[in-house]
């Protein structure tokens, strides 16, 4: 894996909003091949059961695999959670699954969020 795209970037990959992204974000996903945790899937359901997304979370992914060759890494879970625990920087669930698998893989982490930009340092923005 070359790079992991956060759920808001794949979100603003999906609907076309690339102009959000940072030239380096829009760099690395130009030239890298790109995948998802499958946490990714799970976090945009989440979104849209409280309304903050329409689209299913399914389309999202098959559209981003069709257009861009995006990969959902699928991983141990046990595997990811035993790395998680030691993120204690962060109550976000979502983001520690994020991350640590972003970690288990020494992979780049195409993300805006500010705190996982201060505490892992193979985020990209």
């Given amino acids: 894996m070359s790079a992991y795209l956060d759920t808001h970037v794949t979100l ?15 760099n690395l996903i130009n030239q890298e091949r790109v995948g998802v945790s499958p946490v990714v899937l799970l976090e945009l359901q989440y ?7 329409t689209a299913v979370p399914r389309a999202i992914i098959m559209d981003l695999k069709q257009r861009l060759g995006l990969a959902i890494e699928d ?7 035993e790395r998680a625990l030691g993120l204690a920087w962060t109550r976000d669930v979502f983001d520690r699954l994020i991350v640590a698998q972003a970690a288990l893989d020494d ?3 195409v ?3 500010r705190l996982i930009r201060k505490h892992y340092p193979k985020a990209v923005w």
């Fill in 12 to 26: 603003w990959l999906y609907s076309g909003q690339t102009e959000r992204l940072s030239k380096r974000a829009t």
């Fill in 47 to 53: 979104l849209r059961e409280i309304g903050r997304v």
């Fill in 75 to 81: 991983r141990s879970l046990e595997t990811v959670m």
């Fill in 107 to 109: 992979a780049e982490l």
């Fill in 111 to 113: 993300t805006s969020d």
